[in-house]
């Protein structure tokens, strides 16, 4: 008997909010039989899942113990392989930050079909959410998205380039490279009193933000013990930031308000070997 075998759906899931999701996330959602799912989508999003969905919890927090990649890669085309509808579902945006793309070139390589359905990536709801609109054009004629965390061979952003760019910067995963990043920027000619904001946990009950400058930031992350998943945002519209909105409307209660999900048995076995 043949088994018909369905694309992989790479989802970004956005920054925090359920509510942010996208409609043709939902339904994308509500077709799955398997979703693997990142530590940082917010547990709301399993609610559109249908209750038979067997979810697998594949973390990959910067600091923290996380699931190979290569063992995500494997099960993703083990489950599609046996004819499930595989959602993989992603904080953010699967192609900004996420690894989307080597995820779908491990998909296309296995013979398999891969769909993405685009989220909010934190880089530019996460400003938002406190009031800073990263391409105002009254401060800066672009933003870059940066990363803190270079690759495994150490290969890093050209600082000393992004200092004298005169964009907006907004560095992913930069909260623990604080030290550094700002040192390299300074090195690169960006002056120490250029306006900074660090956002904490954008569009959660846990949302934090602190307004400080470059040659300040990394005192204003250790006295507000601003905590990953966080973003630093450096330029002028970093001033414009309405610490009010801290923390959101949204109530703790209603982050809690997840529909209990059934947990997926270990699979790590069968793909062992």
């Known amino acids: 008997m043949s088994i018909t075998l369905h694309p992989v759906t790479l989802i970004g899931a956005g920054p925090g909010d359920p509510d942010l999701l996208t409609v043709k996330a939902v339904r994308a959602l509500r077709q799955a039989t398997v979703a693997l799912v990142d530590d940082l989508v917010h547990p709301g999003v399993q609610r559109y899942l249908r209750r038979s969905a067997r979810i697998v919890r594949v973390g990959k927090r910067g600091g923290c113990r996380s699931t190979p990649q290569a063992f995500i890669e494997r099960l993703m085309i083990a489950e599609a392989q046996r004819g499930e509808r595989v959602v993989r579902l992603k904080g953010g945006d699967p192609f900004v930050f996420g690894r989307g793309g080597e995820e779908a070139d491990a998909l296309r390589a296995a013979g398999l079909a891969v769909t993405v359905i685009s989220g909010l990536t934190a880089g530019i ?18 933003v870059a998205l940066v990363t803190g965390h270079g690759k495994d061979d ?40 250029t306006p900074a904001a660090v956002v904490s946990a954008a569009h959660t009950p846990r949302q934090r933000a602190r307004r400080c ?13 601003l905590a990953s998943p966080a973003l630093l945002v450096i330029g002028s519209v970093a001033d414009l930031a309405d610490l009010s909105l801290c923390p959101p409307a949204q109530t703790e209660a209603g982050a809690q308000a997840a529909v209990p999900r059934r947990q997926s048995a270990p699979v790590r076995r069968r793909l062992r070997g």
């Open 154 to 193: 150490g290969a890093g952003p050209d600082w000393a380039a992004l200092a004298r760019s005169g964009l907006t910067l907004v560095v992913y995963m930069g909260v623990a490279r604080a030290e550094t990043v700002v040192q390299a920027l300074t090195d690169g000619g960006l002056a120490p009193g």
């Open 213 to 225: 400058t470059l040659c300040t930031l990394c005192g204003a992350v250790e006295a507000e013990a």
């Open 125 to 142: 709801a996460g400003p938002a959410a406190v009031g800073i609109p990263v391409t105002d054009r009254r401060h800066a004629p672009g």
